[in-house]
């Protein structure tokens, strides 16, 4: 901040209003206020009028040192309450409700992706009051978007077509956002739902979506990035059909390979078998970690971490979690920064014993098991939850940004 014309981005109507800090000059005031971490900017912003115009600005966003914060998105963002958490700071901020919808309920298999300044709520497998059967998922094509400056959600423009559990992707450097595949499936149905081959691609500045050439093949549940030094769309993982155990129950049929969009051509193509012969498909959370514009694909299949190797198309063993999630739990499976963090959700023992009053607000633990894969290290990070019921981490989407 060199000077007050660059760096002052408050109101000059009324200088008595502008005034951060008094007794101190504006820029010496925002300098100050921008090494305070932002997961603490919510409740500064309630300070006064001024606080809240410069924390709100964009300018003063971008002149904040970086901070990489985690998303945890435990239920339906309009009515559970979401959080950011800050790994550098130990420190939780909770989301403001998105808008809400009185006809739908229960959303779940959305996809959370960050660009820019903003978090991308997109899409996902919900409950419509208003269709028949009301016991079945449909899929919603709704976008959302969380802006941090403001710290508010508001409507951007619908995708093409309605899906859960897709692939995406951000593309920063073309203003992008790549959606694949997908369908209507929701957590508490298991194979039931529907599967989808068509891809779009959202222009972030004219907020509108645009079709593309669809996928080779239905397909679901899956993970998508962008690779080929920028030049590639891979779509990775999840299920394209079912079959039924014994003519009744439905089971996935996973997928072994993955396809790839050119970028410059749209063309999609198949790459082969990513399992050796007679080695069983994992069915893992799979996560991707931005080395430079390398990306580093991961799956966390039980306790083990698998990383994805190009060079010979297979999944080899990268490491084990070092400790267990307790009660037998789920893990949680996110990257922030360039490592990969393991989430498990716990209450203290006694919880599980006698349940207190319903009034009793008891909080339990976040337990973070931290990987980082260029040293091979593990680490162990511990805090306090701010949520106050139990919450199904491995159901919850996870999603990490850079400010």
């Known amino acids: 901040m060199n000077s007050d014309s660059d760096s002052d981005p408050l109101p000059t109507t009324d200088d008595t209003a502008a005034i951060l800090i008094p007794g101190l000059p504006n820029d010496v005031a ?6 305070v971490p932002y997961s603490h900017h919510a409740r500064l912003k309630s300070t006064c009028k001024a606080w809240k115009t410069v924390l709100s600005s964009n300018h003063f966003l971008h002149s904040l040192k970086r901070n990489h914060l985690l998303c945890i998105f435990p239920q339906d963002p309009s009515t559970a309450t979401s959080y950011l958490f800050d790994p550098s700071e130990v ?16 959303r779940c298999n959305f996809a959370a992706v960050a660009f820019g300044a903003h978090i991308y709520i997109l899409g996902g497998s919900l409950f419509d009051a208003r269709s028949f059967p009301i016991n079945r998922p449909s899929a919603s094509s709704s976008t959302f978007r969380f802006n941090f400056c403001d710290f508010s959600w508001e409507h951007r423009a619908p995708m093409l077509s309605p899906r859960g559990s897709f692939a995406c992707a951000a593309l920063p450097s073309t203003g992008h956002i790549l959606v694949a595949g997908g369908g209507s499936r929701h957590v508490i149905f298991g194979a039931a739902g529907s599967r989808i081959r068509f891809a779009e691609r959202y222009d972030v500045e004219r907020d509108c979506w645009v079709a593309v050439d669809s996928l080779p093949d239905f397909r679901a549940g899956c993970v998508g990035f962008v690779g080929g030094d920028g030049r590639e769309f891979w779509v990775v993982g999840g299920y394209s059909a079912s079959r039924t155990v014994s003519g009744v129950f439905p089971v996935d049929e996973y997928c072994r390979d993955a396809v790839v969009m050119g970028l410059e051509d749209g063309a999609w193509r198949e790459v082969g078998d990513m399992w050796g012969d007679g080695e069983r498909i994992r069915a893992g959370k799979i996560v991707v970690v931005d080395d430079h514009g390398c990306p580093a ?15 010979s198309n297979r999944w080899l063993f990268e490491s084990r979690v070092p400790r267990r999630a307790p009660h037998s739990s789920p893990f949680g499976f996110v990257a922030v920064e360039h490592e990969l963090y393991i989430l498990t959700h716990s209450y203290d023992d006694d919880y599980f014993r006698t349940r207190r009053s319903r009034n ?23 805090t306090k939850s701010p949520f106050t019921y139990p919450v199904d981490i491995k159901n919850s989407v996870l999603s990490s940004i850079c400010l």
Do not use: H
Request: net charge positive.
């Open 360 to 382: 009793s607000k008891r909080t339990g633990t976040m337990i973070f098991q931290i990987y980082n894969p260029k040293k091979k290290t593990w680490r162990t990070l511990v």
């Open 91 to 106: 420190a939780w901020c909770p989301l403001p409700p998105m808008p809400c919808n009185p006809n739908v309920y229960g």
């Open 30 to 35: 925002a300098s100050i206020l921008s090494r």
């Open 297 to 311: 694909v991961f799956m966390l299949e039980m306790n083990e971490i698998l990383r994805y190797d190009m060079s």
